[in-house]
């Protein structure tokens, strides 16, 4: 698809299992783009089959897969996507749907399309850039350390409503928080752009803000990150039980931690590395990865065409 052409043939990927997915809601969209698209639908039945789908859609010669999903299955479609010229359209399906909402997405599916059909009839779609860990992309997020922690925590959790997932996310990272980090030893080796830091115990990577969210309420994590620029790295050397509070406020609130003593906060990075002293748990776009010994995370810039 060239850069100005309108996209002829649609492929959408639905996650019937996503939080915000139902059945009456897959049917309205699927109307919606069929009147003005060449329509293909796809139903994920395991992990990875997004990807799967998506490299098939660039091989089949598609112009636009649509995911209808949450953040997960929008990760495994980038997957596939990144290195071709075919777009990406959002339609939020999920509990915190942070890529699309970062965009400025509607949470709401149905609205979410409406924009979608609008921003293909504009114009051309924008370019994004992704990140790059040790082979697995991601859009807005990679984690070592803490909030990796904490959702490997989750995800041996049935949590079946968006209302159950914000709270169990919220008090797993406390809880990992309270009960592992606070007062821990710096055990993590960082460079960034061959530049090393100071020893960390957690290392946040944001490709775009916000890093996250509660609710309606933006974590403000890597505040300065932005989509379409390089990578935002923060290392954080030390956490005590008593400043978790004030963090809490400046992470919601304020972001003045980039500007906190123990905290290392580079922006627009191209390439990190991290090594542990012992096996580190990794996250990316929500996702855990499991255990790695050593990490490599670089930004693949202007990757990724997005209607939005």
Not at 38 to 63: P, Y
Not at 152 to 166: D, F, G
Not at 195 to 200: K, Q, W, Y
Not at 213 to 229: I, M, N, Q, S, V
Request: proline fraction near 5%; include cysteine.
């Amino acid at each position: 698809m060239s850069a100005v052409s309108r996209p002829g043939r649609v492929l959408l990927v639905v996650n019937p299992v996503a939080r915000s997915v139902t059945r009456p809601v897959v049917e309205v969209i699927e109307k919606a783009l069929a009147a003005d698209f060449k329509l293909e639908v796809h139903e994920t039945n395991a992990r990875g089959h997004a990807t799967e789908l998506a490299r098939e859609a660039v091989g089949r010669d598609f112009d636009l897969v649509v995911a209808f999903s949450g953040d997960g299955t929008i990760n495994e479609v980038v997957n596939g996507l990144v290195g071709s010229d075919v777009a990406l359209g959002l339609i939020p399906g999920g509990a915190t749907n942070v890529l699309a909402r970062g965009l400025g997405l509607p949470d709401d599916p149905v609205e979410a399309t409406v924009r979608l059909l609008h921003a293909v009839v504009e114009g051309p779609p924008r370019r994004i850039s992704v990140g790059d860990a040790s082979g697995r992309r991601f859009t807005f997020s990679c984690g070592v350390g803490l909030d990796a922690s904490a959702m490997a925590r989750l995800s041996r959790k049935n949590l079946t409503t968006r209302r159950s997932y914000e709270w169990a996310a919220l008090f797993a990272v406390l809880r990992a928080g309270v009960g592992t980090y606070a007062g821990r030893k710096p055990d993590l080796r960082v460079r960034v752009d061959g530049r090393e830091l100071p020893g960390s115990i957690t290392v946040l990577i944001g490709n775009a803000h916000p890093y996250a969210y509660f609710k309606r309420w933006t974590l403000k994590l890597t505040p300065d990150a932005e989509a379409a620029e390089g990578l935002d790295v923060l290392s954080a050397r030390k956490l005590t039980r008593r400043g978790l509070p004030r963090l809490v406020w400046q992470v919601f609130v304020t972001a003045s931690h980039t500007k906190a003593k123990h905290i290392d906060y580079l922006h627009d990075a191209s390439h990190v590395e991290i090594e542990g002293t012992a096996p580190f748990p990794v996250q990316v776009d929500g996702d855990y990865l499991g255990l790695r010994d050593r990490l490599e995370v670089a930004v693949v810039r202007d990757a990724l065409p997005v209607y939005v």
